[in-house]
């Protein structure tokens, strides 16, 4: 999710207060950014690290780490590291075996960040003993990890082959395709199912002017902008002919994307022009730990006329996140809207902009450079979310996930049947629409 839907009044305040913390302990001047820290050392390179995370992280609050405390038990061993870094290497070993293994480096920087619970943050760094190899950790997939297990998920490359078998069977019918043969990643698909559904398969938030888009011509509108104008036309035709019993929008493994997206995507279309409130947010406000905006409604609007009354169910699971969580939280605050599937990514948090706590040696809170280390010639990067919401039961999932109205599982086993092959969370929304789910 790249910025908020709704900039309210008392946002635009808050945002330019500087809230203050008293606490001063909490950003030493030894490991300040500004302090040319000796990057070609893993002290150097941890301290960098350890410090970035320390002025940038969002989630303090809800956090129970002494991030102080792991600076004083980690720097003791990096030192170490660069002690026996340099015997090594004056004892002439470096030819013989390696000095210390990516695996090694990953456990240390995974104890190092085990508890943090931005689900967007990422930590990237190069080996400095072996400048070949770049690690990359998430330290929120640990703690997600540990409360939800590995549980099934639907591949990316079954989504086309399941339209093809719906269409044959006549499920689906009146099919509107957008995304490249072989581009599984963006494969939106539309189309009614058994003459009483919608359904839409929504992989990511991708922008689209959906005025603009229709005032061009026919040829030059895009795929997903005519897959789009499908849904809007069965919705409008099928609640004025009354076939339609209700909507299926698929989110599973959409990752996100642009806020701006949110009201022409098909969530955006059920809902009316009227603000709704589906919680509140806090914005990063300052590089102290717990320099946060107010908490401030957060606000999101649709595109339709009038917003679709029927039942609605949206598909999710361990690969929905950011702003497929944002149509999530939707759902939490519609009374006849139901999500079904597994638990969703914990990736709810996102960013102002992609200019806030960028540092000059190292990548700070950035969520858009795809080069940090050839931008800024450092050998680390981290991004974090600037952002922290809660729902509208004031729950933050961040980090552990949305759960489910109704849990189903994927089930391999059906899915890889030849004969028979079957989606059991596609049939589950459509025996929940239908009355026939069985109850658990």
Same mark, same amino acid.
């Given at each position: 999710m790249k910025s908020p839907l709704h900039i309210s009044a008392a946002f635009i305040l808050a945002s330019v207060l500087i809230s203050c913390n008293g606490d001063e302990t909490l950003r030493p001047d030894p490991n300040s950014p500004q302090a040319n820290l000796e990057l070609s050392t =893993?002290?150097?390179q941890f301290k960098s690290i350890w410090n970035g995370i320390n002025e940038g992280y969002t989630y303090w609050p809800l956090t129970d780490i002494d991030w102080d405390r792991r600076y004083k038990e980690f720097l003791p061993v990096f030192e170490q590291l660069d002690s026996d870094y340099e015997e090594w290497k004056e004892n002439g070993t470096a030819a013989d075996c390696d000095f210390i293994t990516p695996d090694s480096l990953i456990s240390l920087y995974k104890s190092l960040?085990?508890?943090?619970?931005?689900? +967007?943050m990422t930590v990237k760094f190069i080996i400095l003993n072996d400048p070949q190899y770049t690690i990359s950790i998430s330290p929120a997939r640990q703690i997600?990890?540990?409360?939800?297990g590995t549980p099934n998920v639907i591949g990316r490359d079954d989504f086309r082959p399941y339209t093809a078998l719906r269409k044959n069977t006549g499920i689906a019918t009146r099919i509107a395709v957008s995304g490249d043969e072989g581009d599984y990643s963006s494969y939106n698909v539309c189309y009614a199912v058994g003459g009483r559904y919608l359904y839409y398969r929504y992989p990511g938030f991708e922008y689209d002017d959906f005025e603009e888009s229709e005032s061009e011509?026919?040829?030059?509108?895009?795929?997903? +902008?005519?897959?789009?104008?499908h849904f809007r036309e069965l919705l409008a035709e099928g609640q004025k002919n009354k076939w339609l019993k209700g909507v299926i929008i698929d989110l599973r493994r959409n990752g996100g994307g642009a806020c701006?997206? =949110? %009201?022409?995507s098909p969530v955006g279309m059920l809902l009316d022009r009227s603000m709704l409130t589906i919680g509140t947010y806090q914005g990063k406000n300052g590089l102290g730990h717990y320099d946060l905006t107010p908490r401030i409604p957060f606000i999101v609007t649709g595109s339709g006329d009038t917003e679709y009354p029927g039942p609605v169910v949206l598909l999710t699971d361990g690969n929905t996140g950011s702003m497929a969580e944002i149509a999530v939280?939707?759902?939490?605050?519609? %009374?006849?809207?139901?999500?079904?599937?597994?638990?969703?990514?914990?990736?709810i948090g996102g960013w102002f902009g992609n200019s806030y706590f960028t540092y000059m040696n190292g990548e700070v809170g950035n969520g858009y450079s795809q080069n940090a280390f050839v931008r800024y010639g450092a050998n680390y990067a981290i991004r974090m979310s600037h952002?922290?919401?809660?729902?509208?039961?004031?729950?933050?999932?961040?980090?552990?996930?949305?759960d489910p109205d109704?849990?189903?599982? =994927?089930?391999y086993e059906k899915n890889r049947k030849t004969v028979g092959r079957q989606d059991s969370q596609f049939k589950a929304a459509v025996s929940y629409l239908d009355g026939t789910l069985p109850v658990r």
């Open positions: =893993f002290t150097g960040t085990y508890g943090l619970i931005d689900g +967007h997600w990890k540990e409360r939800n011509q026919v040829q030059q509108q895009s795929d997903y +902008h005519k897959c789009l104008k701006a997206a =949110f %009201p022409y939280l939707t759902a939490q605050s519609k %009374p006849n809207w139901t999500v079904i599937g597994t638990t969703t990514a914990g990736a952002m922290i919401l809660r729902g509208p039961d004031g729950v933050c999932s961040e980090g552990i996930g949305i109704i849990a189903i599982e =994927f089930d």
